[in-house]
Each structure stands twice: as C-alpha cells, then as structure tokens.
T-cell receptor
Framework: EDQVTQSPEALRLQEGESSSLNCSYTVSGLRGLFWYRQDPGKGPEFLFTLYSAGEEKEKERLKATLTKKESFLHITAPKPEDSATYLCAVQANTGFQKLVFGTGTRLLVSP | NAGVTQTPKFQVLKTGQSMTLQCAQD?????MYWYRQDPGMGLRLIYY???????DKGEVPNGYNVSRLNKREFSLRLESAAPSQTSVYFC??????????????FGEGSRLTVL
C-alpha cells in the first residue's frame, strides 16, 4: 500500500530562520511526487512535481529535493507569508489517477 | 478566471438527510476528483472521473455517489448523511490523460457538518 508520512507535524520558525520539511514515502513505482501549499480555509495550491531521485526544483524561498525514499522541502530565510500547511503527495505508476497525500506540516513563521 | 468552483461553501445537515455538492471547472480539464479532508487523516480520494462519461471509486467511496454531468461539472451526492461524513470536501481537476502527472487545481472547499 502506498504511504506518505510528513514530519514534523508542526514547525515554528522566526523570520529568516531556514529549515526543512520531510516527506517519507513508500510507493510501488513512483510516477511523481508533489508538494502543495494550503492556507487556512482554502484549497491546496500546487508548488512542485518531482519525478526521479536527485531532482531538485526551486521557487522563491522554497527548494524541493527527492531521493528514493524521501523528499525535503527546504525553506530559506522564510517570511511570515510563508506560513501555511505544506502537503506532500505521491502518484504511483499504477492507479494513475490516485494521489496519496500525507497529513501535512503546519508552518508558522513569526516576524 | 474562476478555476474550480464549489457550492455550497458551508452546509449543516441532520443525520439521514441527503444533499449534493456541486463542482464546476472552466479550464477544459479531462479529469475531475472529489477528496475529503479530516484532521490527522490528510486528503483522501472519494471518487474520480478520468474523462467525461466515466467515474471510478477512490479510497473512501462508501456512502457517496457521483455524476459527471458534462466535461465541466462533477457532483458528489450524499444519499443518507451520517455524522462520519462531517468533513471538508474538495473538488479538483487536471488536464491530460490517465497517465498525467500534471498539477491538480483545487476548489476552495465545502464544509459539511452532519448532526
């Protein structure tokens, strides 16, 4: 069974204090790993797709990396507006339509 | 550009009542999905429609039915609501074929409480 575990559940940072969020996964053949951002009361918003180990993608202060067992979302010099819940999801080579989501990491960045 | 629109945004039901959640997308996407989100459980797939005219069960389909009315619209029906169906429901869509790994576009959610 495909599974995604995110850690920590919650993370509090000071503005400018860099850190990383972890997404560990088990999947029967990875087709893609996705990162989404979700603000309170809103739907998730797409950030990145990673396809193979060693791949990296960046967007502003965020950088996502992928290994064969986990993905990291690195946040460099975060700002209060980066506060949100970050969700990780995997899509297997079979059951194409079915993304399996983790429970997310709630990030709070204080000024 | 509206994207994915869900109605209603909030609903309170009594046990046994029925209701339909509506979803429409204006991006000409082939695939549409219904997820539920519960604290500590993450997003779980209820049903999906890979293309107009097809629907398939996801991870937690019991107690729900869906209709892909046309390419734009995908509705979720609760025939006899139960307190366990209290949740936030998200509709999503994406372009491409069944093998697609494109991004999901989500609506803003429908918050359902069953008393």
């Amino acid at each position: 069974e495909d599974q995604v575990t995110q850690s920590p559940e919650a993370l509090r940072l000071q503005e400018g204090e860099s850190s990383s969020l972890n997404c560990s996964y088990t999947v029967s053949g990875l087709r893609g790993l996705f990162w989404y951002r979700q603000d309170p009361g809103k739907g998730p918003e797409f950030l990145f797709t990673l396809y193979s180990a060693g791949e990296e993608k960046e967007k502003e202060r965020l950088k996502a990396t992928l290994t064969k067992k986990e993905s990291f979302l690195h946040i460099t010099a975060p700002k209060p507006e980066d506060s949100a819940t970050y969700l990780c999801a995997v899509q297997a080579n079979t059951g194409f339509q079915k993304l399996v989501f983790g429970t997310g990491t709630r990030l709070l960045v204080s000024p | 550009n509206a994207g994915v629109t869900q109605t209603p945004k909030f609903q309170v039901l009594k046990t046994g009542q029925s209701m339909t959640l509506q979803c429409a997308q204006d991006m000409n996407h082939n695939s549409m999905y219904w997820y539920r989100q519960d604290p500590g459980m993450g997003l779980r797939l209820i049903y999906y429609s890979a293309s107009e005219g097809t629907t398939d069960k996801g991870e937690v389909p019991n107690g729900y039915n869906v209709s892909r009315l046309n390419k734009r619209e995908f509705s979720l029906r609760l025939e006899s609501a139960a307190p366990s169906q209290t949740s936030v429901y998200f509709c999503a869509s994406r372009s491409g074929t069944a093998a697609n790994t494109g991004e999901l576009f989500f609506g803003e959610g429908s918050r359902l409480t069953v008393l």
